[in-house]
């Protein structure tokens, strides 16, 4: 009975705080009740949604032995507590994308990205993330290509393959521009993310050779450098000799960036990966718990109006209108298909029991979608003018400051130029125009509810070490993403030539990182230079590609779901599908057929053509232009590509349902047969 | 109050339990445990050789996400 009235209590506290954010208009609205509508709307689906799919469609058994405790190895298959699951699935699924997404979108106001992260969180992302760590854990830990492979047949599990290899290039140049713009002709970003090398590496040889295996005592020394290295950088910032040493355009810093991306990939793990992954975990829990608790105790009045009227796809910051944009722009934080190579693979060699699949599958969902919530929060209590100052490019907006000024003031977000110097100066930079990418307006952002609880006079320290929090686990996901991709070409390599798929061989490690860092350096090269900014062209091609990964991944539910007589329920995972499916294909069809030449890849492409003819173009422009032309059509083939593959995996999967509908004969069902668990429940789980 | 204290000491022994385990500081302990239940007959490896391949193998598949 008391459990009822609190969950009713929940629902109506819940459905209040989503009526007041829906309706209202022109006033602006308290943040705290974001935070209240995303807490209900989490705490009901966990309950009630999940708790209905785990029962009734999954039937979880928790008297099944998991794939950890029948093949215990000691090393990768382990029993593991689910706290212990939780934070390491938790570690692995959040990343830089659930704040640089919300970030972006938050140009069609904050209503729609809040709205969208909440639904598709709970009825996709969630659910995607929970059935695939399940199916996974009933297959002794498969991947998502192999669990294609062995439940569709062989077409999807290439699709998957192909799928995973392209999206990482995307990934990772995507998320080298957004550490390159936030680094742009800042001395102190610069330096202090430069330092992060070091440190990394310093930590790494502690942990090696003076005090083997002491990852926490290495970390707390990490960490202490890190926080020196942001005051450091200052110093940097104020010394006329060093300084220059550290201020550098775009292009050299893509450079950099590309010949780290090499280095981080031959170096040995224990060097520089290993190490910076524990410093940017630790930096990215205790910044991310810091900022819910300065958002829940200043409670800031959201600036941000509900809709802007960019709704209708002129918004500087990326074309498009909100339908499909909205949905490709935050993927991370609504539904990611990179969980789902996670959550197959990793996450269920650790698992002890299948009672513990919605806590870590659904929850940790929960909880990276509410991080993006914080994002959503962080970019809309700026003024809004600031935020389109910020991140519009000098391409949409004009290069001098009076000009931008007045064009975002035209719009009806009014800024005015001394209002971004005083800013610039607060945060210890030259300029905060055109900073494009997300990253330094989510600093602004963070940096000014930080600095209202601490005091104002640390702002700038504040805004460096937000910089140099998302560089951090930026450069991890690049480390770390360019060694898989380089393991997975070696794989495909191998099939070539033996030789060439040995991971220890040194000349086939240099030549597929070369490979792989070639891919993703081409696409960042490309980025840095398109004078509209690359974020414009980047961010949605990684957004569909994403998209694409989710479908795959409830493409491969769906069938198992159908072949195991649950055709009925098959809405849990085919509804989010559809959705999918509409708004990707969608949004490719725009983006490749749109005459609007900040939307289509092929108008862009003609009209810089035309334009180079014709002589229009100034002389640094047209030399760029060749370049650029072709970068415009050969990502309307990718785009193309992707949503071939995506179509394939889902006639694919429809072909195996009908089939099993009709009863001819589908592969069978790859499950594990049920062993009964032998863990005594206190031993491992708590 | 003792019983307080106890309580508070028991809940922070577990708390960096927890925080070992999740980052690993403790992984070559459970190393030594699990050697010696299972595979005694086989030779134990050094911390320094444990932790090594205990890297290279967490970083071999994908670990990181966006």
């Known amino acids: ?686 | 109050m003792p019983l307080l204290l106890e309580k508070i000491l028991s809940k922070t022994k577990y708390a960096w339990a927890i925080l070992r385990q999740l980052s690993g500081d403790d992984a070559y302990e459970r190393y030594v445990n699990h050697h010696s239940l299972c595979h005694s007959d086989e030779p134990l490896l050094s911390r320094s050789a444990f932790f090594k391949g205990w890297q290279e193998k967490k970083w071999h598949g994908i670990k990181r996400c966006c």
């Open chain 1, 1 to 686: 009975m008391l459990n009822k009235l609190l969950w009713s209590g929940i629902a109506i506290i819940g459905a209040t705080a989503m009526g007041i954010i829906a309706l209202s208009r022109g006033e602006s609205i308290n943040a705290l009740w974001i935070i209240t509508a995303a807490v209900c709307c989490y705490s009901l689906a966990y309950r009630f949604y999940a708790a209905w799919i785990t029962a009734k469609v999954l039937v979880l058994d928790p008297t099944r032995a998991t794939p950890a405790e029948r093949l215990n190895n000691g090393h990768d298959f382990i029993p593991t507590n689910k706290w212990i699951v939780f934070g390491h699935h938790f570690a692995a699924i959040a990343g830089p994308g659930p704040l640089v997404g919300p970030t972006l979108a938050a140009q069609f106001g904050y209503l729609p990205g809040t709205l969208w992260i909440l639904i598709g969180g709970v009825l996709g992302g969630c659910v995607q993330d929970m059935v695939t760590l399940f199916f996974s854990t009933r297959r002794d830990g498969r991947s998502l290509g192999q669990m294609a492979r062995d439940e569709l047949g062989p077409i999807g599990g290439i699709a998957a393959l192909i799928g995973t290899m392209t999206i990482m290039i995307i990934l990772i140049a995507v998320l080298g521009l957004v550490v390159v713009n936030a680094m742009k002709h800042s001395p102190w970003a610069t330096s202090t993310v430069m330092a992060t090398i070091p440190i990394a590496m310093l930590v790494g040889l502690y942990m090696r050779l003076i005090r083997p295996g002491r990852v926490l005592e290495g970390s707390i020394i990490g960490v202490s450098l890190l926080l020196f290295a942001v005051f450091a950088g200052g110093w940097i910032d104020d010394n006329a000799i060093l300084r220059p040493y550290f201020d550098h355009d775009g292009l050299s810093l893509a450079w950099l960036v590309i010949g780290y991306g090499f280095a981080a990939a031959i170096l040995p793990v224990w060097l520089l990966l290993a190490p910076r992954d524990y410093l940017s975990t630790f930096l990215k829990l205790g910044t991310i718990t810091l900022l819910a608790i300065t958002i829940v105790w200043l409670r800031p009045d959201i600036k941000m109006p509900a809709l802007t009227p960019f709704i209708d796809g002129s918004g500087p910051i990326f074309g498009g209108a909100l339908f499909p944009f909205v949905f490709i722009t935050i993927a991370c934080g609504a539904i990611s298909g990179f969980h789902a190579l996670v959550a197959s693979g990793t996450t269920p060699k650790l698992l002890a029991n299948e009672r513990d699949i919605r806590m870590i599958g659904y929850g940790g969902m929960a909880l990276e979608s509410f991080v993006a919530i914080m994002a959503m929060i962080a970019a809309t209590v700026l003024e809004p003018g600031v935020y389109f100052a910020i991140n519009s490019p000098a391409g949409i907006v004009g290069k001098e400051a009076a000009v931008a000024v007045a064009k975002i003031s035209s719009w009806g977000f009014p800024v005015t130029v001394e209002q971004m110097q005083q800013l610039a100066q607060q945060m210890g930079e030259s300029t905060l125009f055109a900073r494009t990418g997300g990253a330094p307006s989510l600093a602004v952002g963070m940096a000014s509810l930080f600095a209202s609880v601490f005091g104002n006079s640390l702002l700038a320290l504040w805004y460096h070490f937000a910089i140099m929090f998302e560089a951090v686990f930026i450069l991890t996901t690049l480390d770390a993403g360019t060694r898989v991709g380089r393991f997975m070409l070696q794989d495909m390599l191998g099939n070539l030539w033996p030789k060439l798929g040995e991971t220890s061989w040194t000349p086939s490690v240099l030549l597929s990182s070369a490979l792989v860092v070639s891919g993703w350096g081409y696409f960042l090269y490309i980025g840095v230079i398109d004078p509209n900014g690359g974020v414009n062209i980047l961010w949605p091609l990684f957004g569909i590609a994403n998209q694409m990964l989710a479908a795959i991944a409830l493409s491969v539910a769906t069938g198992i779901l159908v072949k195991s007589g649950k055709l009925k329920q098959a809405w849990i995972t085919a509804a989010p599908l559809l959705w999918l499916l509409i708004i990707t294909s969608t949004a490719a069809w725009q983006k490749v057929t749109s005459a609007d030449v900040r939307l289509g890849f092929l108008a862009a492409a003609d009209d810089l053509a035309q334009k180079l003819s014709l002589g229009l173009l100034p002389p640094e422009k047209a030399m760029a232009a060749p370049t650029l032309i072709f970068n415009q059509r050969l990502d309307a083939c990718i785009t193309l590509f992707f949503i071939a593959l995506l179509w394939i995996i889902v006639f694919d999967m429809l072909r195996v349902c009908y089939w099993h509908w009709s009863g001819k004969p589908v592969l069978p069902l790859s499950e594990s047969p049920h062993m009964p668990s032998r863990l005594v429940e206190d031993y491992v789980r708590d």
